[in-house]
């Protein structure tokens, strides 16, 4: 009964909580400046509803803005953009063709399109939920005269956002890429100050965050010629992950070093954050075991780095991946694609017998809340319903009291400046933000938008609860089993990580690229099992009963890496029947996994008290094996 009561209160908790801490990235206070701008232009002009059209396209580019290097920034607001005008152009042509009841399966193909067009990546999720959207607003809001003038005004508002975007100086081109090597850095710090503590893991997890966004900001998205600064940045990158490797093993080992070494990375950090090459003083330390000797080593390699001389241009290799079309003939696009198509068509069919044709507010709806790539949809339906509501009452108080065309362009461009602090915080919060916008510019354009006010409740009801009968209760993989393929391909990832740190044959370079997918494979898994604890108990405890076996595996693949540091500096490679016991464990770990069972709780524990250090002359692997075996038990 107890253990009930537990996990509904932190299932309720997950729910509400709030992300602590800055906003990392997100869209900028241009974008706000962008969509006041286009409004005050329409308004000045006399054409009000062009500078309406305008300005929902700042407000599409100003949901796509990141503090990122700019060709990265301009792809993703520039496919945000082209994304929403070819959505307008579709939903203006089935407003101006006098839509009826074919009005539902046209928006239910392209719904289809939109979702599994989503399932391509993070670019191309947002272009699908933005046509999508794009194209129920465009049937339904009022049109200028004429009407084929809508998407090139989609184009003009976020057209302005990207020039406001590039608009910085020279010496922060590559600001985004310094803030993130530099915060892998920082990250380091902080592990090596919790080493010893309860607050280690916890921390080792921030730094496995803070690796993943400098790899995506500095090695993925590296353009075809890198420039000096470019290549810098990337080996300085490559320096801060054989350091991340030395401080895990001496986070596995729970062993403590001299304060001064440990604010060692944070002269690293500020090195990288001055963009030219710099001289950094590291602490006279003479360590006594391998991973000591590791960490004390890595961290001058990554200081002589620093302050060597620029390196020249260079042509990076390009990525090959899998043709588009053959991606969306995959069962996920196709998945993706008839939930979205499923609850577009229930929520038309629902707005043609509640409204009229030109009613978009209950599709819409549905397109922002389906996102099962942004996290969980249970959630979200929650704080999209809650987030309205609370906007609702905002936009009713503006537009009761106000007036002045003018009073209404500056509350929807204060609530556009909220978006930045409210995106990274929650998504009610966002949507109550959100909310004041669209409603202000529809009554700007020359909609009804203060009559409507009731009615847009209504609709956001009824659109969070068709997602979550049609688009989460009727699809159990949505739920439970998103666990399976997570951890999985998690477990996949360090088995292949333990057979390359055993095998002696296998290069530092492979070793390196297999550690980094083992610990973004477990950071997914933690990932999905936390936005499973924030759905109802059912999910949550199935969720909750994976928790043991996954930190098991985490606690492994910490051991592999101190294992890859010790054999590195003079310590001993794991024996052969070491290593087999260990991949028939993780070989019994996937088959539980594939068939839905968690393994019960661990019978027993190791001896071992939490906080204290363990033994450098002992293998690492030894141990991780009694905790993956204990959580198999």
Same mark, same amino acid.
């Given at each position: 009964?107890?253990?009930?009561?537990?996990?509904?209160?932190?299932?309720?908790?997950?729910?509400?909580?709030?992300?602590? $801490?800055?906003?990392? $990235? $997100?869209?900028?206070?241009?974008?706000?400046?962008?969509?006041?701008?286009?409004?005050?232009?329409?308004?000045?002009?006399?054409?009000?509803?062009?500078?309406?059209?305008?300005?929902?396209?700042?407000?599409?580019?100003?949901?796509?803005?990141?503090?990122?290097?700019?060709?990265?920034?301009?792809?993703?607001?520039?496919? @945000?953009?082209?994304?929403?005008?070819?959505?307008?152009?579709?939903?203006?042509?089935?407003?101006?063709?006098?839509?009826?009841?074919?009005?539902?399966?046209?928006?239910?193909?392209?719904?289809?399109?939109?979702?599994?067009?989503?399932?391509? $990546?993070?670019?191309?999720?947002?272009?699908?939920?933005?046509?999508?959207?794009?194209?129920?607003?465009?049937?339904?809001?009022?049109?200028?005269?004429?009407?084929?003038?809508?998407?090139?005004?989609?184009?003009?508002?976020?057209? *302005?956002?990207?020039?406001?975007?590039?608009?910085?100086?020279?010496?922060?081109?590559?600001?985004?890429?310094?803030?993130?090597?530099?915060?892998?850095?920082?990250?380091?710090?902080? =592990?090596?100050?919790?080493?010893?503590?309860? #607050?280690?893991?916890?921390?080792?997890?921030?730094?496995? @965050?803070?690796?993943?966004?400098?790899?995506?900001?500095?090695?993925?998205?590296?353009?075809?010629?890198?420039?000096?600064?470019?290549?810098?940045?990337?080996?300085?990158?490559?320096?801060?992950?054989?350091?991340?490797?030395?401080?895990?093993?001496?986070?596995?080992?729970?062993?403590?070093?001299?304060?001064?070494?440990?604010?060692?990375?944070?002269?690293?950090?500020?090195?990288?954050?001055?963009?030219?090459?710099?001289?950094?003083?590291?602490?006279?330390?003479?360590?006594?075991?391998?991973?000591?000797?590791?960490?004390?080593?890595?961290?001058?390699?990554?200081?002589?780095?620093?302050?060597?001389?620029?390196?020249?241009?260079?042509?990076?290799?390009?990525?090959?991946?899998?043709?588009?079309?053959?991606?969306?003939?995959?069962?996920?696009?196709?998945?993706?694609?008839?939930?979205?198509?499923?609850?577009? @068509?229930?929520?038309?069919?629902?707005?043609?017998?509640?409204?009229?044709?030109?009613?978009?507010?209950?599709?819409?709806?549905?397109?922002? %809340?389906?996102?099962?790539? *942004?996290?969980?949809?249970?959630?979200?339906?929650?704080?999209?319903?809650?987030?309205?509501?609370?906007?609702? =009452?905002?936009?009713?108080?503006?537009?009761?009291?106000?007036?002045?065309?003018?009073?209404?362009?500056?509350?929807?461009?204060?609530?556009?400046?909220? *978006?930045?602090?409210?995106?990274?915080?929650?998504?009610?919060?966002?949507?109550?933000?959100?909310?004041? %916008?669209?409603?202000?510019?529809?009554?700007?354009?020359?909609?009804?938008?203060? !009559?409507?006010?009731?009615?847009?409740? %209504?609709?956001?009801?009824?659109?969070?609860?068709?997602?979550?009968?049609?688009?989460?209760?009727?699809?159990?993989?949505?739920?439970?089993?998103?666990?399976?393929?997570?951890?999985?391909?998690?477990?996949?990832?360090?088995?292949?990580?333990?057979?390359?740190?055993?095998? #002696? #044959?296998?290069?530092?370079?492979?070793?390196?690229?297999?550690?980094?997918?083992?610990?973004?494979?477990?950071?997914?898994?933690?990932?999905?099992?936390?936005?499973?604890?924030?759905?109802?108990?059912?999910?949550?405890?199935?969720?909750?009963?994976?928790?043991?076996?996954?930190?098991?595996?985490?606690?492994?693949?910490?051991?592999?890496?101190?294992?890859?540091?010790?054999?590195?500096?003079?310590?001993?490679?794991?024996?052969?029947?070491?290593?087999?016991?260990?991949?028939?464990? =993780?070989?019994?770990?996937? !088959?539980?996994?594939?068939?839905?069972?968690?393994?019960?709780?661990?019978?027993?524990?190791?001896?071992?008290?939490?906080?204290?250090?363990?033994?450098?002359?002992?293998?690492?692997?030894?141990?991780?094996?009694?905790?993956?075996?204990?959580?198999?038990?």
């Amino acid at each position: 009964m107890w253990s009930q009561v537990r996990i509904h209160v932190h299932w309720a908790f997950r729910l509400v909580r709030i992300a602590p $801490g800055p906003v990392p $990235g $997100g869209p900028t206070l241009r974008g706000a400046l962008g969509m006041g701008v286009t409004l005050a232009v329409g308004l000045l002009t006399h054409q009000q509803a062009s500078g309406v059209l305008a300005a929902f396209g700042a407000m599409y580019a100003t949901f796509n803005d990141r503090d990122e290097p700019q060709r990265l920034r301009t792809a993703r607001i520039g496919t @945000a953009v082209l994304a929403s005008a070819g959505g307008m152009t579709l939903g203006a042509a089935l407003q101006v063709a006098r839509p009826g009841w074919w009005l539902l399966p046209a928006l239910t193909a392209v719904a289809y399109l939109c979702g599994a067009i989503s399932t391509l $990546g993070p670019l191309a999720s947002s272009a699908g939920v933005l046509l999508m959207v794009s194209c129920a607003l465009g049937s339904g809001i009022t049109l200028p005269n004429p009407a084929w003038t809508a998407p090139p005004l989609i184009l003009t508002g976020g057209g *302005l956002v990207l020039l406001l975007t590039s608009l910085r100086r020279p010496d922060n081109q590559y600001r985004p890429q310094r803030r993130a090597v530099a915060a892998v850095f920082t990250a380091q710090a902080d =592990l090596l100050h919790a080493l010893g503590t309860t #607050e280690a893991v916890p921390t080792r997890r921030r730094l496995t @965050a803070a690796l993943t966004f400098a790899q995506d900001t500095v090695i993925l998205s590296r353009p075809r010629v890198e420039r000096p600064e470019q290549q810098r940045l990337r080996l300085l990158f490559q320096e801060a992950v054989h350091v991340t490797e030395a401080a895990t093993s001496l986070l596995w080992f729970r062993r403590a070093v001299p304060p001064a070494m440990a604010r060692a990375p944070h002269a690293l950090a500020d090195a990288v954050l001055a963009g030219r090459p710099t001289t950094v003083a590291l602490p006279d330390w003479q360590p006594d075991t391998p991973a000591a000797t590791a960490l004390a080593e890595t961290l001058r390699a990554a200081a002589r780095t620093a302050a060597a001389p620029m390196p020249i241009t260079r042509t990076a290799s390009r990525q090959v991946r899998d043709p588009v079309a053959r991606r969306l003939r995959s069962q996920t696009a196709v998945i993706s694609g008839l939930r979205l198509a499923l609850c577009i @068509a229930a929520a038309s069919g629902l707005s043609l017998l509640l409204h009229d044709p030109r009613s978009y507010w209950l599709p819409l709806t549905v397109a922002f %809340v389906l996102k099962p790539d *942004l996290g969980s949809v249970f959630a979200r339906a929650v704080h999209r319903s809650l987030g309205t509501v609370l906007g609702v =009452l905002v936009a009713a108080a503006a537009l009761a009291v106000l007036t002045s065309p003018w009073a209404l362009i500056a509350i929807a461009t204060l609530c556009a400046a909220l *978006l930045p602090i409210t995106v990274a915080r929650h998504y009610a919060l966002n949507t109550m933000a959100a909310t004041p %916008v669209v409603l202000v510019l529809v009554q700007l354009g020359g909609g009804l938008g203060i !009559q409507l006010l009731g009615s847009r409740l %209504v609709d956001t009801m009824l659109g969070s609860l068709i997602v979550l009968l049609l688009g989460y209760a009727l699809w159990p993989q949505s739920r439970a089993a998103r666990i399976t393929p997570r951890l999985t391909a998690a477990v996949t990832a360090v088995r292949a990580y333990l057979t390359a740190v055993a095998a #002696e #044959e296998s290069s530092a370079a492979q070793r390196g690229t297999l550690r980094r997918t083992a610990y973004r494979a477990l950071a997914d898994a933690h990932r999905t099992l936390d936005e499973c604890l924030s759905e109802p108990p059912p999910t949550a405890r199935h969720a909750e009963s994976w928790l043991p076996a996954t930190h098991a595996l985490e606690q492994l693949t910490d051991a592999v890496s101190a294992t890859a540091t010790q054999i590195k500096y003079g310590g001993p490679r794991p024996s052969a029947a070491e290593t087999r016991r260990l991949r028939a464990a =993780l070989d019994q770990l996937e !088959q539980t996994v594939r068939q839905h069972h968690p393994p019960p709780r661990a019978s027993h524990h190791p001896t071992q008290a939490p906080d204290s250090a363990r033994d450098p002359s002992m293998g690492a692997l030894k141990h991780a094996l009694e905790e993956l075996e204990s959580a198999l038990s």
